[in-house]
Nanobody, 119 residues
Framework: QVRLVESGGGLVQAGGSLRLSCAAS????????MGWYRQTPGKQRELVAT???????NYADSVKGRFTISRDNAKSTVYLQMNSLNPEDTAVYYC?????????????WGQGTQVTVSS
């Protein structure tokens, strides 16, 4: 089994910064994608950013230039540096891991961490 543990959420003023971390434990494929998604009440969970085990990144248009995703493969940890935060970034942020195996893909989610940006 795989477990994802997020940390780093909290309350910040508009224009401020936060750094989220997500540590994965368990059996992790050498080929995988880790990412961050967010969700607000009444809305679908949406992609924020992803990064492959090879280091390729993808960002939602709304966060490009403000957020940076990175990872430490030795620690099986993914980070999300969030700068220039605005109230629209307020959400529960979830970490996701896609383990790619020869015959299947296994997806895991963290428990979520709240990010609140005050105006």
């Amino acid at each position: 089994q795989v477990r994802l543990v997020e940390s780093g959420g909290g309350l910040v003023q508009a224009g401020g910064s936060l750094r989220l971390s997500c540590a994965a434990s368990g059996v992790i494929s050498g080929i995988n994608t880790m990412g961050w998604y967010r969700q607000t009440p009444g809305k679908q969970r949406e992609l924020v950013a992803t990064i492959t085990s090879g280091g390729m990144t993808n960002y939602a248009d709304s966060v490009k230039g403000r957020f940076t995703i990175s990872r430490d493969n030795a620690k099986s940890t993914v980070y999300l540096q969030m700068n220039s935060l605005n109230p629209e970034d307020t959400a529960v942020y979830y970490c996701k891991l896609d383990n790619f195996w020869a015959a299947s893909t296994k997806t895991y989610w963290g428990q979520g961490t709240q990010v609140t940006v005050s105006s």
